[in-house]
């Protein structure tokens, strides 16, 4: 019975069992609802995971031999080892106590800090989706189009991949349209094991820059972008791979902005077309914002490219890494 907790949760206490033991105690800890959502003590989730918790004024740092992270009160935005990570439910703070929802120990946390590796999963093929294509020329910058340079990404993140000695295809290898809905049907096709589909950014505030990575929204949990989903918050197809899902784009992030020294916007959530009837693990990159000058010249520049490709291709290889068996 799925009952009131969601899919999302579900896999995260699965995922919690095949952990170090550790790391199954907070599954065990008790809620408490504040403003409307499910919460736990992160000084308690702290303790069960093994984390020392220091707070200071509105922020609450938890560091282990392995990890630090950053909290903030009234804030979606944490920083999970380095990276960006946008949460779905805003830390709370009450009577000096941090709060962190149990949506997102469980659909951030868990599959974040503490990755199973299963010999029942291995990353052989990966389908790259260059966004935009034909009809549709995506955002429009000048004489560039972002259709043209996603395709070259994309090419570029092939040849990156085949050298790695995975196989990688291309769902357009030329200046063709596919709905992106039809999109994860040509990886599946395609016998894809990844969904990494490319894109770059827009902004009307020409100063913003740098580097975002999407994965699937949990059920019922709030998108950073809600663009284009509809009125369906329920599960979807590629709710199934949440716990792969964010750790593959927290890899991807983490491999772009370590590797590039850009400016880190985080992993972040969306139920995009692409990414929402996905029936593999599956990503966005958002890999520079056409509207700001410096991103744009980077983004129209051969060299830069092939170190964006190598590094995206880094971050896919880091995920193969932790979640296949030795």
């Known amino acids: ?13 699965f995922w919690a069992m095949a952990a170090p033991a550790f790391a199954q105690a907070w599954t065990k800890l008790p809620r408490t609802t504040l403003f409307g959502n499910e ?12 984390y020392d918790l220091k707070t200071q004024g509105d922020s609450a740092i938890l560091t282990s031999r392995w990890s630090r992270l950053l909290f903030k009160a009234d804030s979606r935005q944490a920083e999970i080892r380095g990276v960006q ?18 949506l997102d120990a469980a659909t951030v946390l868990q599959p974040l800090l503490f990755p199973v590796k299963s010999p029942k999963v291995s990353v052989r093929s990966v389908a790259i989706d260059a966004g935009h294509g034909g009809k549709d020329p995506g955002n429009l910058e000048g004489k560039f189009q972002e259709k043209r340079f996603t395709l070259q990404l994309a090419e570029e993140l092939q040849s990156a991949l085949k050298a790695a000695g995975l196989k990688a295809t291309l769902t ?3 200046d063709t349209y ?10 599946r096709r395609q016998k894809a094991d990844l969904l990494i589909s490319l894109h770059y950014n827009a902004a009307a505030d020409t100063s913003v820059r740098g580097l975002e990575t999407y994965c699937m929204t949990p059920a019922r949990a709030s998108s950073t972008n809600a663009r284009g989903e509809g009125a369906n918050t329920g599960a979807y197809p590629a709710n199934q791979f949440d716990p792969h899902n964010v750790l593959l784009a927290w890899h991807v992030q983490q491999a772009m902005t370590h590797q590039l020294g850009l400016p880190d916007r985080g992993v972040r959530r969306a139920r995009f077309a692409v990414l ?35 590094a995206i291709a880094s971050g896919i290889l880091a995920y193969k890494k932790a979640i296949e068996s030795p």
């Not at 919460?39 to 093994?50: E, F, G, N, R, V």
């Not at 990570?85 to 009577?95: F, N, W």
């Not at 593999?280 to 129209?300: C, K, Q, W």
């Open 85 to 102: 990570v946008h949460l779905s439910v805003p830390v709370a703070k009450q009577g000096g106590e941090f709060y962190i929802s149990s």
């Open 276 to 310: 929402r009837f996905s029936t593999t693990p599956a990503i966005l990159v958002e890999a520079g914002f056409m509207s700001n000058p410096a991103d744009m010249a980077r983004i129209a520049d051969a060299t830069h490219r092939k170190k964006m490709a190598q």
């Open 39 to 50: 919460y736990l003590s992160l000084a308690q989730w702290a303790d069960a995971c093994k």
């Open 178 to 187: 596919h709905d992106p809905a039809d999109r994860p049907a040509i990886a």
């Open 1 to 13: 019975m799925q009952g009131r907790f969601g899919i999302a949760w579900w896999l995260a206490i």
């Open 172 to 174: 357009r290898s030329s």
